[in-house]
């Protein structure tokens, strides 16, 4: 099944103010080399915006989502104007944290506190925009809180 066509798929994937990121390769040619990036990557083939998205985290962090727990929006492409791409947000456990397997694209990874990302002078700025865009949506939770007991 083909597609409309799209330049490709990010996630922006939360735990409490915290998010998802990757430091690029720095390699010439590379755009944004050096620069903290999120999940995702261009499209191949005919998938779709979701099965793009998917397929690179699983290919980047070796984490496998279910693809209920992701919504998704779309926004004009920096680097194919006239196409579009697409921002799925969706939230992380500790358990899915404690499972990433990074590839071997990008020099690191880490949690970030979104507003640290946010105003990261090596942040890739089109998506630091649409992180802003995303969030007056639908604001991140914080972090989940143990359950205390009363004796």
Known sequence: MTHRPF?????????????????????????????????????????????????????????????????????????????????????????QIAAIRFGDEGQDWRMMPVAEYLAHPRAIPDFQNWIRDSLIAAPPLPEPRAASRRP
């Open 7 to 95: 330049h490709g798929a990010k996630l922006l994937l939360t735990h409490g103010p915290n998010l998802l990121t990757y430091l690029r390769d720095d390699t010439l040619g590379l755009p944004f080399p050096g620069h903290w990036d999120l999940p995702g990557g261009g499209r191949e083939g005919g998938e779709s915006p979701l099965d793009c998205a998917l397929r690179e985290l699983a290919e980047e962090f070796g984490l496998h989502l279910p693809p209920d727990r992701l919504t998704g929006r779309k926004f004009p492409s920096a680097s194919r104007p006239g196409m579009v791409s697409w921002l799925f947000t969706g939230r992380l456990t500790r358990t």
